[in-house]
């Protein structure tokens, strides 16, 4: 039979039905490919830790809002503040993801495990962390045409907060001689605390670094019990950490006063200033359960614990803030 006329005639229902079925096999499996890959860039953003950068960004923009004479509070400015600070963030997360695969310090047994498992490849790593510095940097621009701050002034803390969120780990690599410790107190505290409020108002003003003294303190304690965790095999790789500085005893104390000196503040604020400041205090009894695991032998899932405690710590936090009638050290010029 010529294969012109075997290709005209009907197709057996059986043989039909089978290639109907394939069809609809494959269309699943390329869209779980899809869906898998999308999620291992989620995953190397470590979007448990975002929480980090936002409470400080939503501090300020709340003092922002509070500051005695503001009119003008921009929602769609606090929009493109966010999408910058977290995209920025995010690039840092890739960078060090990169920078500690390369140097040898990830290993089977680290809890990020992108590069280790091949998750993703080191150029993906690349292009990923290039993409979240570009969006950072579109987002800066949406910003700041919008704020009422000078672009020079905005660009001086912007540019200090990229650079360093890719010195960190890349280029001198702060977190592997004892400074990243220094560096997470400073930028993701009063920095970003003194940005948000002042690309809402344009105005600096330096009392805003008191209120983020008890996020500084809190999402440093996330990052010292991931140094305390990671402690020996820090050791092995020949990198520096505060945590292997100060030894696992000191560091318990040390992680004490991180958690604990920012409930401290808060009784404080209670009692002097306003009772709305009692907020925060819910997360007290997970902080103390919390630094009980971490005196343990088990603190394998301490710092994302922390990171979680960081969450709802910050939104007690601004939400206090924003209840206040009048906040503290807060005055017009």
Not at 161 to 172: H, N, P, V
């Amino acid at each position: 039979m010529p294969v012109e006329q075997y290709e005209s005639l009907p197709k057996n229902d059986s043989i039909a039905n089978g290639e109907e079925k394939n069809k609809k096999d494959k269309a699943p499996q390329r869209t779980k490919s899809g869906l898998m890959k999308l999620s291992s860039y989620v995953l190397a953003l470590r979007p448990w830790s975002l929480s980090a950068s936002l409470m400080p960004t939503l501090l300020g923009s709340t003092i922002a809002y509070k500051y005695p004479g503001a009119t003008d509070f921009n929602y769609l400015t606090l929009i493109f503040t966010m999408f910058t600070v977290l995209s920025v963030h995010g690039a840092g997360n890739v960078v060090n993801t990169y920078f500690d695969y390369v140097k040898g310090i990830d290993n089977r047994k680290s809890d990020d495990r992108i590069l280790v498992d091949h998750i993703l490849t080191k150029d993906e790593v690349v292009s990923l962390g290039a993409l979240l510095y570009l969006c950072g940097c579109v987002g800066f621009i949406l910003m700041a045409f919008l704020s009422p701050a000078k672009m020079e002034h905005l660009a001086l803390v912007y540019f200090g907060g990229l650079s360093s969120s890719f010195l960190y780990t890349g280029g001198i690599g702060f977190k592997y001689i004892a400074l990243g410790d220094v560096l997470i107190l400073i930028i993701f505290g009063p920095i970003s605390v003194l940005f948000a409020f002042m690309v809402q108002t344009g105005r600096v003003e330096w009392a805003t670094m008191y209120y983020a003294i008890p996020l500084a303190l809190n999402t440093e304690a996330i990052l010292h019990s991931n140094n305390t965790r990671d402690l020996e095999s820090d050791k092995k790789v020949g990198i520096v950490t505060l945590a292997i500085i100060i030894g696992h005893t000191a560091s318990h104390v040390l992680y004490a006063f991180l958690l604990f000196t920012p409930y401290i503040m808060f009784m404080v604020g209670t009692f002097k200033y306003s009772k709305w400041f009692m907020l925060p205090l819910v997360t007290l009894p997970s902080a103390f359960k919390i630094e009980k695991q971490f005196r343990s032998s088990d603190i394998q899932a301490v710092p994302k614990k922390t990171a979680r405690l960081n969450l709802y710590f910050g939104v007690l936090y601004v939400l206090a803030c924003s209840m206040v009638p009048k906040l503290p050290f807060i005055t017009q010029r």
